[in-house]
């Protein structure tokens, strides 16, 4: 066989593997978000729970503050009634320290409320949160497996790209650009092997006289059907993947 030949013939190797690599790589962004969303429905009620559980803490610092203050201002108009001068002053700190104390007790029930709540909610938690623990620790599982793979494939298209370069480097500008020009009318494959007088692509029967010059491989010849560039292996049992390992 020409080494030109069999340089395209390892060059569509490559081609088609990064070619399948990209895609399963492509793949992982909604591997990734099926995986979650899948723990999300199995989760769904516990989240809200959680989410409820949270609102209600935050419900309650909220009210706690609101409770310091409260009591900052009550103190102080405690304070106001001792150093009154008249009557409408005192009138006046009265009425806003029994405002504030009420205000005061309204916000210690509603804090009591808020806890008991979620004490209550804290409790539903613990009985899902085995269950959902384990089905978490899956989905990590899943997910750091993608990412595995996702490096690893990279460094894997990292490799046969740069073994790309050397090969498409060793190739006359010519040959490169028809090669190119055929893998993208062709899905990728510029390059066909004809086996039992077949091409395999196109399935055409090539003629006789094409078929024992594609045999002695010292051409460039393409298929009439397909245009793709015929190639013969002696050993056809061999697969393809066997010419670049
Ligand atoms: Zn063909």
Known sequence: MSPELSQLIELQELDLEIQRIADKLASIPAEREQ???????????????????????????????????TQTHHEKFKQDLMRVSNEKEYITALREIDATKKHIGALETEILKRMEEAEALAEQLTTFAPDIEAKRSEVDLVLASLDRNKAGSEDRVGELESRRGEIAGAISANLLSMYERVAKARRGMALSEVRDGICSACRMRVRPKIFSDVRRGDQLITCDSCSRILFYRPNTTKSAEAVTT
């Open 35 to 69: 995986a979650e969303e899948k723990f999300n429905q199995y989760a769904a009620e516990f989240l809200a729970l959680k989410n409820q559980h949270e609102e209600t803490l935050a419900e309650r610092t909220r009210l706690e503050t609101e409770l310091a203050e």
